[in-house]
């Protein structure tokens, strides 16, 4: 691990690549099909340290309210010759930024000890606040989750434990192609879904090997008119099961219109 780490961490991946083209130059691999599957690999960080989309932009929201409560009651309170240090409009949102601006705008002003103390809230307390939650929004990115030890691990549903527990657990979704029983590819995702992986995946050994696959396999995971659409216009025969095969052949199904 400690070589891994040193020596090949910035190379390991080329080195994978190259182990590859060499399996296909001596025949054990034709790189022309693909069998692809994900697996979820739980990250080392604290399961308990998350941080969850929902509930920054609900706080977002709410501090933005109060932020602008005070800037328009303090721009009541002022003389008309300083009105035009901050904006009155409540609709827009107010970024960290803006509101910096307008703190310091607002310090050159003649305030009144209510309005000092109101402007001291702002700077001390509610810009931190509006800086920490864009920074939660930006770690986040396109996800709904993260962990505070290790940003770039999603909570997952995991697999049941032996006492038939599924559990939310900080993971990556690991997508790994193989052929022959050797593996040719892999991908590591921040997405729990393995729908949301596939075109991704085959875009990445597109630009490993400079080919693309004829034909993949995959299980109904990845069955989503986004991928059929994907794999057909880029000439590749896809054995991929939609969500409800297995359920549209049942009896049930069938005699119920």
Request: proline residues 2%; without cysteine; charged residues 25%.
């Amino acid at each position: 691990n400690n070589f891994r780490s040193l020596r090949l961490k910035d190379q390991i991946q080329q080195l994978f690549s190259d182990v590859v083209r060499l399996l296909q130059e001596m025949q054990y691999i034709s790189l022309k099909v693909q069998y692809i599957d994900g697996t979820k690999i739980e990250s080392a960080s604290n399961r308990y340290t998350f941080v969850w989309r929902g509930s920054v932009e609900k706080n977002k929201t709410k501090l933005e309210v109060k932020i602008q409560s005070i800037l328009n009651e303090i721009d009541s309170q002022i003389k008309q010759d300083h009105s035009e240090l901050i904006n009155p409009e409540t609709s827009k949102p107010i970024d960290s930024k803006e509101l910096a601006q307008k703190i310091s705008a607002l310090n050159k002003a003649n305030l009144n000890k209510a309005e000092v103390k109101q402007l001291k809230q702002l700077q001390e307390d509610y810009l931190p606040r509006l800086e920490k939650y864009e920074k939660n929004l930006e770690v986040l990115g396109g996800r709904n989750s993260y962990s505070k030890t290790d940003t770039d691990a999603t909570f997952m549903r995991m697999k049941e434990d032996h006492m038939k527990n599924g559990q939310l657990k900080p993971a990556y979704n690991t997508q790994i192609s193989t052929e022959n029983q050797f593996i040719t590819h892999y991908t590591i995702g921040q997405k729990s879904t393995d729908t949301t992986t596939l075109i991704n995946h085959l875009e990445t050994f597109k630009q490993t090997y400079n080919t693309q696959s004829e034909e993949i396999v995959a299980d109904a995971g990845y069955g989503s008119e986004e991928n059929y659409v994907y794999l057909l216009n880029n000439n590749i025969v896809p054995y991929v099961k939609f969500n409800y095969f297995h359920m549209e052949q049942k009896r049930v199904w069938k005699n119920n219109p």
